[in-house]
């Protein structure tokens, strides 16, 4: 029987490859999205993958949610927490609601999730959890203070869970993504690209993401079950540690 691997915020951009590479890797898989039900209903239409709508931020949502899941799916054996949001500003004109739910969508929902499945991976000795973090997790960024908090959280995480789990037979990793090819850079300025993000990437170019995909399957596989606590830089050699 296929492994099930339930990805959050997997029906469009670096997700929807997640998802998709997932399938391709023989996994039965489910998606979440938050609100586009267009999107999610034509990607639906073209995976064949089920997919579920509930707010990650929202505890309970996701009780229900992967209760929701399960029963339709199968028992999660693959986590990814892929869901995330931007509303930016300098931390001097942040309001309040700005940095709450930031932190509500991109971190919460971190535990929201993994509490609804840590306890059914551990009964069955095996698990995959894989966390969506950033490079500016990593070294942080003028003006989007929210974001940046909540990304650097998303790494403690990821090696607690790892450290509570590992004998469990559950790993638990992070993927720390450069700028990635999305709709979220669509609208970026050509001068602002070229000087301000191109210009810092050593590679030079965006990354894809299929190229984030990969890692994922990689770190979801048997195969690699000796890696956990561990964070995984995708970024063109933009920041090295």
């Not at 938050?34 to 707010?55: L, M």
Request: net charge negative; glycine share 12%.
């Amino acid at each position: 029987m296929a492994r099930v691997a339930l990805v959050t915020g997997g029906t469009r951009g670096i997700g929807g490859a997640i998802s998709k590479a997932l399938k391709e890797a023989g996994y039965d898989v489910a998606a979440t999205y938050a609100g586009n039900d267009e999107a999610a209903n034509k990607f639906k239409d073209e995976t064949g993958i089920p997919v579920f709508k509930w707010d990650v931020g929202d505890y309970a949502a996701c009780e229900q949610g992967v209760v929701d899941v399960e029963n339709q799916v199968g028992p999660v054996d693959i986590l990814v927490n892929n869901a995330g949001i931007t509303k930016d500003a300098p931390l001097h004109k942040m309001s309040y609601e700005q940095w709450s739910d930031v932190l509500r969508t991109n971190l919460d929902s971190m535990f929201n999730m993994t509490r609804q499945v840590i306890n059914g991976m551990r009964e069955r000795g095996f698990g995959r959890i894989i966390n969506i973090s950033s490079i500016n997790g990593q070294k942080g960024q003028a003006g989007i203070a929210n974001y940046c908090a909540a990304k650097a959280g998303d790494l403690g995480f990821t090696k607690t869970v790892a450290l509570e789990n590992a004998k469990k037979g559950i790993t638990c990793n992070a993927i720390a993504p450069g700028y990635v090819n999305t709709d979220l850079l669509a609208n970026v300025p050509e001068e602002i690209m070229q000087k301000a993000i191109l210009a810092n990437i050593p590679l030079g170019r965006l990354g894809e993401v299929d190229e984030i995909s990969r890692c994922v399957t990689f770190l979801a596989a048997d195969e690699a079950g000796w890696i956990t606590g561990s964070t995984l830089s995708i970024n063109g050699g933009q920041y090295m540690i």
